[in-house]
């Protein structure tokens, strides 16, 4: 009898945020992982996570496909898990979320590896937000390339070291006071690191329908001044919350763009907040 010690997972992005919870959880249920990153020699933090051998890192750039074809070699299973909150240099949204995901699901289909997407709830190739429309288009080059791929969605997602919750701590750490973008009134739903991690690892064992497009939430929707206020009864920080208009909110995003580590502010990012992140009606369960 088959285990899955026989079947080889390459994981794109194993070694970020979110690929270590997956990485992690491909562990558990005993897959063969190859963690696919720029720098491969500085994923060995990853090797404790699985048994001797277990988990093999090698090189791939999305911007070089050669690459990408390479680390893809025998996989029989595919999963991306790149993607940026800011560009610099090279890393635009579109090499990356767009032409990289399609480089993804070429190797992948090159292979016959089954392919798993990791999207964001947002993605939309109408939104007047780069991020979001480059998560769109990622999503309808992976279905181009492997029409039955799984997509996930999910919304913010939080969890030791990630740069949502952690950042906004840092902020509260050096400010008097919290920025509330466009009032504090956009709704998030966000979801835990590792529900994320079990959503993609039982894609991987099968479980999702071929070509369907899952979004994931956690179980409260809370407004970002809610957020704020977890967060800083969280650090035991007592900070002034002031409402900043969306539109004054960009001007300074075109200063803080530059701007070193949780002072850093995108007008791209600005944009992502003037729509609600949470699961539609049509991708919810029926109750």
């Known amino acids: ?124 190739e109408n939104s007047p937000s780069r991020y979001a429309r480059t998560k769109a288009a990622g999503e309808t080059a992976v279905l181009s390339a492997t029409p039955t791929a799984t997509i996930l969605r999910p919304s913010v997602v939080f969890g030791p070291e990630d740069q949502f919750t952690n950042r906004f701590a840092s902020l509260a750490r050096m400010s008097p006071m919290l920025p509330l973008i466009g009032g504090g009134v956009t709704r998030l739903q966000p ?12 894609a991987v064992d099968g479980k999702t329908k071929a070509g369907a497009t899952y979004e994931l939430g956690g179980p409260e929707v809370l407004t970002m001044r809610q957020i704020m206020e977890i967060i800083l009864a969280t650090i035991e920080r007592r900070r002034m919350l002031v409402s900043l208009p969306f539109g004054l909110a960009k001007l300074q995003a075109l200063l803080l763009q530059f701007a070193p580590g949780p002072l850093k502010l995108t007008p791209d990012q600005v944009e992502l907040l003037r729509v609600d992140n949470v699961v539609s009606d049509t991708a919810r369960p029926p109750a």
């Open 1 to 124: 009898m088959s285990s899955n010690l026989d079947t080889l997972v390459t994981v794109i992005g194993g070694s970020g945020f979110i690929g270590r919870s997956v990485v992690r959880a491909l562990c558990k249920r005993d897959y063969r992982v190859r963690v696919a990153v720029r720098r491969p020699e500085l994923a060995g933090h990853l090797q404790p996570l699985g048994k001797v051998g277990q988990i093999h890192a090698v090189q791939a750039n999305l911007r070089y496909p050669a690459s990408v074809e390479a680390a893809m070699r025998d996989s029989h299973v595919a999963i991306n898990l790149v993607g940026i909150l800011a560009e610099g240099g090279a890393q635009t949204f579109d090499a990356v979320q767009a032409a990289g995901a399609g480089a993804v699901a070429k190797a992948a289909s090159a292979v016959g590896a089954r392919m798993v997407h990791v999207s964001a709830i947002g993605a939309d």
């Open 191 to 202: 979801v835990y690191v590792g529900d994320v991690a079990t959503a993609v690892a039982d």
